[in-house]
């Protein structure tokens, strides 16, 4: 196989905020459980329906779960996303178009860091609004909007992957 380019890839605005509100998020979703921890009962909602109503129910100490997940995610994407010459792609990669696979893989996977911790930290803030009875569920909604995510998300990657600019030839 073939060495790919290093390339040194420049952060803009979005990235920046991608990460220090990722950061930012993460220490927030813990920060609420590790406050919250002690009024919670002793079994909270661990498992949800379709409908985003609670349907199994498990030890309080459940709570962490989420963030300690979301920590591990993000802190695995942040380390993976520091050698984008690693990653697959769909299109060879040259010295043409390195830098603009590279930019573009490392911004997709800041978004997707950005969106685990938002999704984890809603279910596990819904989760406590349900165990202290200020919720009776985490919306029907969140299914459908997952699924819309994920495609879009996937659609705008492939899309952007294949596409040939002029600086590519």
Same mark, same amino acid.
């Given at each position: 196989?073939?060495?790919?380019?290093? @390339?040194? =890839?420049?952060? $803009?605005?979005? &990235?920046? *905020?991608?990460?220090?509100?990722?950061?930012?998020?993460?220490?927030?979703?813990?920060?609420?459980? /590790?406050?919250? *921890?002690?009024?919670?009962?002793?079994?909270?909602?661990?498992?949800? &329906?379709?409908?985003?109503?609670?349907? &199994?129910?498990?030890?309080?100490?459940? =709570?962490?779960?989420?963030?300690?997940?979301?920590?591990?995610?993000?802190?695995?994407?942040? #380390? +993976? $996303?520091?050698?984008?010459?690693?990653?697959?792609?769909?299109?060879? #990669?040259?010295?043409? $178009?390195?830098?603009?696979?590279?930019? !573009?893989?490392?911004?997709?996977?800041? *978004?997707?860091?950005?969106? /685990?911790?938002?999704?984890?930290?809603? /279910?596990?803030?819904?989760?406590?609004?349900?165990?202290?009875?200020?919720?009776?569920? =985490?919306?029907?909604? #969140?299914?459908?909007? +997952? =699924?819309?995510?994920?495609?879009? !998300?996937? @659609?705008?990657?492939?899309?952007?992957? @294949?596409?040939?600019?002029?600086? &590519?030839?």
């Amino acid at each position: 196989m073939e060495a790919r380019p290093k @390339v040194k =890839i420049s952060w $803009n605005g979005t &990235d920046r *905020f991608l990460e220090v509100s990722g950061w930012l998020l993460l220490l927030f979703w813990w920060v609420l459980i /590790i406050i919250t *921890f002690n009024r919670l009962p002793e079994t909270i909602p661990s498992h949800f &329906d379709l409908s985003g109503m609670p349907d &199994d129910y498990s030890s309080k100490w459940t =709570i962490f779960l989420l963030p300690t997940l979301a920590s591990f995610i993000y802190i695995g994407l942040t #380390i +993976l $996303n520091r050698f984008p010459h690693k990653f697959n792609y769909i299109s060879a #990669i040259t010295t043409a $178009n390195a830098k603009r696979q590279y930019t !573009f893989a490392t911004r997709m996977i800041r *978004f997707l860091k950005w969106g /685990i911790v938002l999704l984890f930290g809603f /279910i596990s803030y819904q989760t406590v609004q349900i165990a202290l009875g200020k919720e009776t569920g =985490i919306g029907g909604w #969140i299914v459908p909007f +997952l =699924i819309a995510g994920s495609l879009i !998300f996937m @659609v705008v990657t492939v899309f952007h992957s @294949v596409r040939k600019v002029p600086s &590519d030839n």
